[in-house]
């Protein structure tokens, strides 16, 4: 026995012909419902997860306890990654701690986090949720909880619509004379080019062969910084 269940070894075996193992337990006792999962090619990996799964139900254990509000906090105070990314990661995961922050982990059920997805504005639905499946992702892997109730649940990117601000040159440069001399004509360079703003704020002259009628993209604006490109 360990702690609250048994390993096993099953009748049925493996596709090398090796026996494959299960365990068994009881929540509450002699007189509640034994459950049961197999299917483990080992006896170690079976009393591994054996104890897992006896871990996250133990009364007060931190699986128990903690909630997704307090699990977003630690994975945040441990993400590697620019601040700034940092940054809007903690504000899409704010749209789910604000509506579940006070479900525990373990009680967190797809019917919930498909409720509050479709409260998320449609310009933020997509991101909000990737974010909250990325920070579950994690407690997965720690076996705080044993599957991501976030990726059962739809999350179909957002359509985009083409854009076309202006309809001819004409337009085009009537804007660029109005924005004057220092800007009218960089509005012209970047709808000519189809630059990107950061492409286009990390220009400097040497990137520009009038004669050949060339921009070198070498670097691009970014995160406050400069960036060179890998293509540059």
């Known amino acids: 026995m360990i702690q609250q269940g048994q390993v096993f070894k099953l009748k049925a075996t493996g596709g090398d012909g090796a026996p494959l193992w299960a365990y068994r337990y009881r929540v509450a006792g002699r007189d509640s419902a034994r459950r049961q999962a197999g299917g483990f090619t080992t006896k170690a990996e079976a009393q ?9 139900l133990l009364p007060g254990g931190r699986a128990e306890t903690l909630t997704l509000a307090g699990w977003v906090e630690e994975y945040l105070g441990a993400h590697q990654g620019e601040r700034v990314t940092i940054a809007k990661l903690r504000w899409l995961l704010g749209k ?16 919930q986090v498909c409720a509050w997805r479709l409260t998320v504005p449609e310009g933020h639905r997509f991101e ?8 579950l992702n994690r407690a997965v892997a720690w076996k705080l909880i044993e599957e991501n109730p976030a990726k059962r649940v739809p999350n179909p990117g957002r359509r985009c619509r083409e854009q076309q601000p202006f309809e001819s040159w004409a337009q085009l440069r009537s804007l660029a004379g109005q924005l004057g001399p220092t800007f009218g004509p960089m509005v012209v360079f970047a709808a000519a080019t189809g630059l ?5 704020f990390a220009l400097e002259h040497g990137d520009i062969d009038r004669a050949a009628g060339v921009v070198q993209i070498r670097r691009a604006y970014a995160n406050g910084r400069v960036k060179q490109t890998r293509h540059g």
Do not use: H, I
């Open 48 to 56: 591994r997860a054996l104890q897992n799964k006896v871990a996250r």
């Open 196 to 200: 990107r703003p950061s492409e286009l």
């Open 128 to 135: 909000a949720t990737q974010a909250l499946r990325q920070v």
């Open 96 to 111: 789910a701690t604000a509506a579940l922050g006070e479900v525990r982990l373990a009680e967190l059920s797809p019917e």
